[in-house]
Antibody, heavy 122, light 106 residues
Framework: QLQLQESGPGLVKPSESLSLTCTVSGGSISSNRYYWGWVRQPPGKGLEWIGHIYFDGSTYYKSSLKSRVTVSGDTSKNQCSLNLSSVTAADTAVYYC??????????????WGQGTLVTVSS | EIVMTQSPATLSVSPGERATLSCRASQSVSSNLAWYQQKPGQAPRLLIYGASTRATGIPARFSGSGSGTEFTLTISSLQSEDFAVYYCQQYNNWYTFGQGTKLEIK
């Protein structure tokens, strides 16, 4: 059974960088059938795709976040990581790690990690 | 960016009855649409992809339909565990989600 587990600091200061790691078990991030990525959800609000990475190192980011986001992968540890720079209170959210299934006409998200709340505050 | 609009924002339905949730895209997304269910304090769970294909393990009472800009998620006979928030998502042009429909017990 595939499991995704997010980890990282729960509190980040404004203007600093947010760094999260997703540890994948029960599957390999080296598979060409999937991407591995991140979605966030501000408290009480909706879902926002951030970006994801393919096994060949290709990365894809939401355009409005592209200047601040880096998604990377570590195949030796079977982990996917998120770095978001210059954070503000607007970046406070639950961050979910997701497996992105490569479909014939597009890609969907399944499964999702349990999520980790990151609060941006001084 | 493709905007996804869900209606209604809240839907009150009695257990055993049918629920119909709507999702509209600001431009055509073909059949590249997914539905997710989210319960309080939990991560979203994939229900439907390709507008109408149930994900693994999803009960047959969940069905999806539509293409282009208009989509529907139908739950044929509501069980207690179905009361949750439902999101639609398009993946035809990057990825955007609707704002969600909260399905509550009437």
């Amino acid at each position: 059974q595939l499991q995704l587990q997010e980890s990282g600091p729960g509190l980040v200061k404004p203007s600093e960088s947010l760094s999260l790691t997703c540890t994948v078990s029960g599957g390999s991030i080296s598979s060409n059938r999937y991407y591995w990525g991140w979605v966030r959800q501000p408290p009480g609000k909706g879902l926002e795709w951030i970006g994801h990475i393919y096994f060949d190192g290709s990365t894809y980011y939401k355009s409005s976040l592209k200047s601040r986001v880096t998604v990377s992968g570590d195949t030796s540890k079977n982990q996917c990581s998120l770095n978001l720079s210059s954070v503000t209170a607007a970046d406070t959210a639950v961050y979910y790690c997701v497996r992105v299934v490569v479909g014939t006409t597009g890609n969907w998200f399944d499964p999702w990690g349990q999520g980790t709340l990151v609060t941006v505050s001084s | 960016e493709i905007v996804m609009t869900q209606s209604p924002a809240t839907l009150s339905v009695s257990p055993g009855e049918r629920a119909t949730l709507s999702c509209r895209a600001s431009q055509s997304v073909s059949s590249n649409l997914a539905w997710y269910q989210q319960k309080p304090g939990q991560a979203p769970r994939l229900l439907i992809y390709g507008a109408s294909t149930r994900a693994t393990g999803i009960p047959a009472r969940f069905s999806g339909s539509g293409s282009g800009t208009e989509f529907t998620l139908t739950i044929s006979s509501l069980q207690s565990e179905d009361f949750a928030v439902y999101y639609c998502q398009q993946y035809n042009n990057w990825y955007t989600f609707g704002q969600g429909t909260k399905l509550e017990i009437k």
